[in-house]
């Protein structure tokens, strides 16, 4: 199996996952697990861990188009399944199964190579499903986690759909009871927005809505406060457009925060805000609704297919600044008080019964 790119984020928590399952998905079978040695391995029955800590792309690609097959060869292994939790299979004439999860791309969005902030994104829809189709065979099943990342899937590697699984990742159940609320002043509204500071999160449109608000609702605007789960310094260009705007006063920057702290968060909070415009999951949201808060959320396949049933969310067009403002001033009146959202039973048992059949 191959995981050793899998060392942050989301990526690390399906790892995580497929690791608190295994030894009930064993059934007897010997499993060689290449990972990063930094990453969790507890002692399985039949499980070896290798660990590959070279991330370069030039060892990957080397590694996924023969560097695993000569591995195998030399140590007279000749295996029944190659599993991929990293997008990218292997060149193989086995049975293969990969879990994808990167949604980049099937979003329209354009990117230019030679921006320093957008050359990775450029990378990643241009250059990326180069190494993903070129390891796909006729003998690989794929799992996805939502409809709209098999929709993109099928279509971008012209890819039977019979053969992309649809498997909810486990989520947390929160006993929302339990948590203490964060220390947040009561003479503010609260919300946040935990993301990464890549532009396609798309805090600028928050930063406009702020201004509108400033504009249009002037008592509301000086008690707004939003959270940004990212360190002072952490993104000097959103630094920026803040200042520019004039509404240092209205956001803060929290910087990196544990679960344990998130979480504490979420309760203290009027609501989460969501501007994203390319996700394949969204994992804030349905951490949010467990909770019962508002949520204003992009208006896109992934958030209206991970939210599907929540009663508190309400959707803005990305980067309709005055339409999120609007919803801004309307979370601010309301109550959180919507039906939670439970989470869904298990899906990681249906991946190993895709590995064992």
């Known amino acids: 199996m191959n995981a050793a790119a899998l060392r942050s984020s989301g990526a690390l928590s399906i790892y995580r996952q497929f690791i608190t399952h295994l030894p009930k998905g064993v059934n007897g079978n010997r499993y060689y697990i290449f990972v990063d040695s930094s990453v969790d391995q507890p002692v399985i029955?039949?499980?070896t861990y290798i660990h590959d800590d070279n991330h370069s792309w030039r060892h990957r690609i080397s590694w996924e188009h023969g560097g695993l097959k000569k591995w195998l060869k030399q140590r007279n292994i000749n295996p029944d399944v190659i599993v991929s939790l990293q997008?990218?299979?292997c060149v193989t004439c086995c049975k293969q199964v990969i879990y994808y999860?990167?949604?980049?791309?099937?979003y329209a969005n354009k990117w230019n190579l030679f921006k320093a902030e957008e050359r990775i994104m450029w990378l990643y829809k241009n250059t990326y499903p180069l190494f993903v189709s070129s390891t796909l065979n006729d003998k690989t099943d794929v799992v996805v986690q939502i409809p709209f990342i098999k929709r993109g899937f099928c279509k971008k590697y012209k890819f039977a759909e019979s053969k992309v699984h649809i498997l909810f990742p486990d989520v947390e159940r929160i006993e929302t009871d339990k948590i203490i609320a964060a220390d947040l002043s009561a003479d503010f509204i609260h919300f946040i927005y935990p993301a990464t500071p890549l532009l396609y999160k798309k805090h600028k449109t928050l930063v406009e809505a702020v201004n509108l608000l400033r504009r249009n609702s002037p008592s509301l605007f000086v008690k707004l406060r939003i959270h940004f789960t990212i360190p002072i310094g952490g993104y000097p260009l959103l630094e920026q457009q803040i200042a520019d705007y004039g509404v240092e006063e209205q956001f803060v920057f929290d910087g990196v925060m544990s679960h344990e702290n998130l979480l504490?968060?979420?309760k203290a909070s009027q609501g989460l805000l969501f501007p994203s415009s390319i996700e394949t999951l969204?994992?804030?949201l349905l951490e949010a609704a467990a909770f019962g808060l508002p949520i204003i959320a992009s208006d896109l396949d992934y958030a209206r297919e991970v939210l599907n049933g929540y009663e508190g969310v309400m959707f803005a067009k990305v980067g309709d600044a005055q339409r999120w403002a609007d919803l801004m001033a309307r979370a601010c009146k309301e109550t959180p008080t919507f039906e939670p959202l439970t989470p869904k039973e298990s899906s990681w048992g249906k991946f190993f019964k895709l590995i064992n059949r």
């Open 45 to 47: 029955e039949g499980v």
């Open 87 to 89: 997008n990218t299979g």
């Open 101 to 106: 999860h990167q949604s980049l791309p099937f």
């Open 264 to 266: 504490s968060f979420y």
């Open 282 to 284: 969204g994992l804030p």
